[in-house]
T-cell receptor, first 113, second 110 residues
Framework: GESVGLHLPTLSVQEGDNSIINCAYS??????FIWYKQESGKGPQFIID?????DKRQGQRVTVLLNKTVKHLSLQIAATQPGDSAVYFC????????????FGPGTSLSVIP | NAGVTQTPKFQVLKTGQSMTLQCAQD?????MSWYRQDPGMGLRLIHY???????DQGEVPNGYNVSRSTTEDFPLRLLSAAPSQTSVYFC?????????FGQGTRLTVV
């Protein structure tokens, strides 16, 4: 069946260090992946996305890596700041014509000042 | 430009009562969806719509109805609330890629 899951439910990092959040997916037909950030009491917020024809995409302080061979997705946050503390979700979508977005369970990131 | 607006923010219902969660967007997005989020879990898709007049079921549609008469609005109806429907509900819209979420409705069914 379809599933998107995370390796680590919680992650604590020192301010200024880099963070890496991992995600495994099982459906090889998925062609679009998204990372969301959810702060306490708020709705998820889009961070970055990547299509299956790419293996890396960079944004501002964030990088998403996709390894289709092992069905693994990661989010790297450079120079982690206290404002990065949140729950991070990876999500899977089978393209814009198929609009079911499946979320993983989430990883809680805590930044230690 | 308000983005995605959900009302109410909080609601307590008794078992068996009905209610409608409202969702409105001003971004002219065709795609809208409803999710529920339970403690310590990710979001699960309830229903979605790819345009006015078109709706479809997500992962957990039982107990919920939707309609899409306009591009702007996508209400979620609970016909007979059950304690298992206690959750935080999020409405989302999507343009070409990025999705935008509302602030959520926290529903408690007692």
């Amino acid at each position: 069946g379809e599933s998107v899951g995370l390796h680590l439910p919680t992650l604590s990092v020192q301010e200024g260090d880099n963070s890496i959040i991992n995600c495994a997916y099982s459906n090889s037909a998925s062609d679009y992946f998204i990372w969301y950030k959810q702060e306490s009491g708020k709705g998820p917020q889009f961070i970055i996305d990547i299509r299956s024809n790419m293996d890396k995409r960079q944004g501002q302080r964030v990088t998403v890596l996709l390894n289709k061979t092992v069905k693994h997705l990661s989010l790297q946050i450079a120079a982690t700041q206290p404002g990065d503390s949140a729950v991070y979700f990876c999500a899977e979508n089978k393209g814009t014509s198929y609009d079911k977005v499946i979320f993983g369970p989430g990883t809680s990131l805590s930044v230690i000042p | 430009n308000a983005g995605v607006t959900q009302t109410p923010k909080f609601q307590v219902l008794k078992t068996g009562q009905s209610m409608t969660l409202q969702c409105a967007q001003d971004m002219n997005h065709e795609y809208m969806s409803w999710y529920r989020q339970d403690p310590g879990m990710g979001l699960r898709l309830i229903h979605y719509s790819v345009g006015a007049g078109i709706t479809d079921q997500g992962e957990v549609p039982n107990g919920y109805n939707v309609s899409r008469s306009t591009t702007e609005d996508f209400p979620l109806r609970l016909l007979s609330a059950a304690p298992s429907q206690t959750s935080v509900y999020f409405c989302a819209t999507r343009g070409n890629t990025e999705a935008f979420f509302g602030q959520g409705t926290r529903l408690t069914v007692v």
